[in-house]
Nanobody, 122 residues
Framework: QVQLVASGGGLVQAGGSLRLSCAAS????????MGWYRQAPGKEREFVAA????????YYASFVNGRFTISRDNAKNTVYLQMNSLRPEDTAIYYC???????????????WGPGTQVTVSS
């Protein structure tokens, strides 16, 4: 299975920024859409953002509202999520995966990896 190692999380005050990274193994990374997801305590996992294999197309959940930017560097097999204007409700574990259907939590890989914790204080 493909390894997905998310990093870059941490504790930040409301209004602050974080940049998450996800390093993926696999020779077909550059051909594959990638997505970011999150799961808050006591809630279902939800879709955050997706990007096409070449990086030319992106899609965001409505709650992002222009605050986050997904990008990728195929030479490094890495996808990023720049998060600005963070809110306490953004507190969650953030994961990356290969989306099957953009906008949903349907993914092409069942293994999620440990994710990275983002905590936003008020």
């Amino acid at each position: 299975q493909v390894q997905l190692v998310a990093s870059g999380g941490g504790l930040v005050q409301a209004g602050g920024s974080l940049r998450l990274s996800c390093a993926a193994s696999g020779r077909t990374f550059g051909l594959s859409s990638m997505g970011w997801y999150r799961q808050a305590p006591g809630k279902e996992r939800e879709f955050v953002a997706a990007i096409s294999g070449g990086g030319g197309s992106t899609y965001y959940a409505s709650f992002v509202n222009g605050r986050f930017t997904i990008s990728r560097d195929n030479a490094k097999n890495t996808v990023y999520l720049q998060m600005n204007s963070l809110r306490p409700e953004d507190t969650a574990i953030y994961y990356c995966n290969y989306p099957r259907t953009w906008g949903t939590t349907e993914t092409r890989q069942t293994y999620w990896g440990p994710g990275t914790q983002v905590t936003v204080s008020s």
